[in-house]
């Protein structure tokens, strides 16, 4: 039984999203469990020859776009969580120490015998300390 499901977004591929966050509404409801969404960006290196505030705002416009995201597919009012980082590692992290018990995510569709699962999927489901959903496109 799910009490806190885990939607990994990237607000530039609607594949990571499209078909799984209907999935994820779906168990949420099912079981009566809180969804969140994490979005994970590149980790912001301050460099020497960068400006001090380089970086500023990535957070905030990755949060607004996730948000827009949720917002206009029935996810009113998820919380959502932005990293820093390596995506799987990330993802990892953060459902092991909030405490999650499912993770929701996409995967593209491929062909007998050679079924798409990218590096991130495949260290999620390899790794991860809670049931995995991986949808299908």
């Not at 977004?9 to 969404?37: M, N």
């Not at 994970?40 to 607004?64: D, F, M, S, T």
Request: charged share 25%; net charge neutral.
């Amino acid at each position: 039984m799910a009490t806190k499901i885990l939607l990994p977004i990237d607000h530039t591929d609607d594949r990571s999203w499209k078909k799984a966050l209907p999935v994820a509404l779906e168990q949420a409801k099912f079981y009566g469990a809180e969804l969140h969404a994490v979005s994970v960006i590149p980790e912001i290196i301050q460099l020497p020859n960068l400006p001090a505030n380089y970086g500023a705002g990535a957070k905030e416009y990755v949060r607004k776009a996730v948000q827009a995201i949720l917002d206009g597919n029935g996810a009113v009012g998820t919380p959502v969580h932005i990293e820093e980082g390596s995506v799987y590692r990330e993802v990892l992290k953060l459902a092991h120490k909030d405490g999650f018990d499912l993770i929701v995510m996409a995967s593209a569709k491929g062909d007998f015998p050679n079924y798409e699962i990218g590096p991130n999927l495949a260290r999620v489901v390899r790794n991860a300390h809670c049931s995995v959903i991986v949808v299908r496109d």
